[in-house]
């Protein structure tokens, strides 16, 4: 069974930090592009970041770009977003997403086939 299990959301002031983490199971994740996406209230969901199979390709959206950093956990199989200087506009919910179109671009991370149950992440002005 496929898994994906986000953490590390929470309350923060603006210019705060948050690390967000995403552990994926069920299956060998290592040639899958890995992503974050999240949805505010009201909202449809956006594309925030994502990384290709080997880690050296990256993604960001204009949002979020020069404050928000992707990686890859040495096996792979975990995602991280590291997320600095928080505006109260990033408070959303956030979602981990996976798939096995390696190259992570936009395009495909948007029709990703599995997707965690979302990490909520709230920053007060």
């Known amino acids: 069974q496929v898994q994906l299990v986000e953490s590390g959301g929470g309350l923060v002031q603006a210019g705060g930090s948050l690390r967000l983490s995403c552990a994926a199971s069920g299956r060998t994740f290592s040639s899958y592009a890995m992503g974050w996406f999240r949805q505010a209230p009201g909202k449809e969901r956006e594309f925030v970041a994502a990384i290709n199979w080997s880690g050296v390709n990256t993604y960001y959206a204009d949002s979020v770009k020069g404050r928000f950093t992707i990686s890859r956990g040495n096996a792979k199989n975990t995602v991280y977003l590291q997320m600095n200087s928080l505006k109260p506009e990033d408070t959303a919910v956030y979602y981990c997403?996976?798939?096995?179109?390696?190259?992570?671009?936009?395009?495909?991370?948007?029709?990703?086939?599995?997707w965690g149950q979302g990490t909520q992440v709230t920053v007060s002005s």
């Open positions: 997403a996976a798939d096995p179109n390696a190259s992570g671009t936009i395009a495909t991370m948007m029709a990703a086939d599995y």
